[in-house]
């Protein structure tokens, strides 16, 4: 056996657990998978004879990488929010295994991963490798270019970030979230009873300009839930927004979409849809 199949082996050894450290990274399975990629072509490229540890040595690799693809994604003019950005993020995962890409979101939580991409490049990196991955801010320091009290600062704004998202359930929201779930699950699964039966007869929907299809608005239990089962929800999952118990919408854990949702006498009263990014920026999400 060559040197090159001694080292491939080793490595597909590692690639569940470096996978799992990209995705954190970048939020994104298509993405994750070129990260790793790039590992193993600076591992068969370089000299790791003096290498002790080669998974701590390959971890850092798409730590490293990981971070020039957060730092290039977050200095690029972000993208407007129409239709295209929603056809080009599933474009891009057309050859990937959507089961696999579940389980993975469904590991680290959607809601977590709309935290965790609010965080500066660095913060996101010292956060996930520390705090979920328990490598030494001495290791993690290098990577960032800081010192590793600045590196250990860099994950306690990050671990405050996340932490402060996490808001209690009082018995309000549980019932808000109740209603939120059944509409989701009724929109993924197609089911027009369901969605009336969650619906106020005179539900009002309003978009904003930067929603896909441009602003609307639109009356009605029928017509609302027609147009929610062909959006389908499936990049869409409940979260506290401005306090209430509502949807936001982000594949690969980037949000494009807020719903705001207004119960009345339990059921659905009004949705509206913002995804103009200078108002997402002031909405005050919550992990529930």
Do not use: C
Not at 39 to 44: E, I, T, Y
Not at 239 to 258: H, I, K
Request: aromatic content about 2%; proline content about 4%; glycine content about 6%.
């Amino acid at each position: 056996m060559d040197r090159t199949d001694v080292l491939a082996r080793q490595f597909e050894d590692k690639r569940v657990h470096l996978r799992s450290v990209a995705y954190r990274m970048l939020g994104s399975l298509s993405e994750a998978e070129d990260a790793v990629q790039e590992a193993w072509l600076r591992l068969s490229r370089s000299d790791t004879s003096g290498v002790d540890n080669l998974g701590g040595w390959l971890t850092t690799v798409v730590a490293r990488v990981s971070l020039d693809m957060l730092r290039s994604r977050k200095a690029r003019a972000e993208d407007s929010i129409d239709a295209s950005v929603v056809e080009r993020a599933a474009a891009r995962h057309a050859d990937l295994d959507p089961e696999q890409e579940t389980l993975l979101a469904n590991s680290v939580g959607l809601a977590l991963l709309v935290i965790l991409d609010t965080l500066s490049p660095a913060e996101r990196l010292a956060f996930v490798l520390h705090d979920m991955f328990a490598m030494p801010f001495d290791d993690i320091a290098p990577i960032v270019g800081r010192s590793p009290e600045a590196a250990r600062q860099l994950a306690s704004r990050a671990r405050r970030r996340v932490q402060g998202s996490r808001a209690p359930i009082d018995s309000s929201v549980a019932r808000q979230r109740e209603v939120v779930d059944a509409f989701l699950a009724a929109a993924r699964g197609g089911d027009m009873d369901a969605l009336l039966a969650v619906l106020d007869p005179d539900v009002v929907v309003r978009t904003d300009a930067a929603v896909p299809g441009g602003a609307v608005e639109m009356r009605g239990a029928a017509t609302v839930a027609e147009r929610a089962i062909r959006a389908g929800a499936r990049a869409a999952q409940p979260a506290l927004v401005n306090g209430e118990v509502g949807v936001v919408v982000a594949p690969r854990g980037r949000l494009l979409l807020v719903l705001a949702i207004t119960l009345r006498d339990g059921k659905i009263a009004a949705i509206d849809g913002i995804a103009d990014p200078e108002r997402l920026k002031t909405m005050d999400l919550h992990v529930i």
